[in-house]
Each structure stands twice: as C-alpha cells, then as structure tokens.
C-alpha cells in the first residue's frame, strides 16, 4: 500500500487547512484510515482515525473539537481538516491504514508520505 499525504504548508495561528491522503491502485474504502504527526525531535503521535463507512471516528485529546478526519469512499480520499492551528501544531503529518477489512478499533500498519504543516505564531 502507498499512502500520500498532502496538503500542508505554512499557516498563521489560528488558521485552518485541510489535508488529504490517497493511494494508488488500491482501494481505502473497506479500511479504517488515520492521521499521524511527528514533531522534529519528537516521537510520532495519534491524531484521529475513521472508521471505513466514516461513522465512527476517535481524537487524541487535543485535536478535539479542532481537528476532523473524514472520508470520500467515492473519490477514494481520507482528510483531516485542521481549524485553530497553534504553533504545538507543527509537524509532519501522515495517514496510515489498518489492512483489516472493516475494522475497528484500528491497528494501523502502514503509513504513507507525509506532508509538513508549519503553524507560525
């Protein structure tokens, strides 16, 4: 599997942007998606994950009430859409999958290209 993240970029605090992630030559819609963030000198961490209709999703703590993934099984792509971005937010991001068909709770195993969100204060 090949995950693409992409859609960062530089925002001012309290900014928004919306990344997405796609595959080639395989479908996501059978498959619980997740978003991942790696500070620089820090480990990865959880951000949220969707469940493979788009019905359940989960946040670390957080990205809540900011942060939403959601998913268009129809053009193939999972988003997470970042609101009231804080300087904390600062990372690279990534998406992964669980391979398990349907699901959930998720046990993701593999992630793709990331893409950098810079949040300047």
């Known amino acids: 599997v090949q995950l693409q993240a992409s859609g960062g970029g530089l925002v001012l605090a309290g900014g928004s942007l919306r990344l997405s992630c796609s595959t080639s030559?395989?479908?996501?819609?059978?498959?619980?998606m997740g978003w991942f963030r790696q500070a620089p000198g820090s480990e990865r961490e959880f951000v949220g994950a969707i469940d493979w209709s788009g019905g359940q999703t989960f946040y670390r703590d957080s990205a809540k009430g900011r942060f939403t993934v959601s998913r268009d099984n129809a053009k193939n792509l999972v988003y997470l859409q970042l609101n009231s971005l804080r300087p904390d937010d600062t990372a690279v991001y990534y998406c992964a999958v669980d391979t398990r068909l349907r699901s959930w709770p998720p046990d993701f195993v593999y992630w793709g290209q990331g893409t950098l969100v810079t949040v300047s204060s």
């Open positions: 030559g395989r479908s996501l819609s059978n498959y619980a």
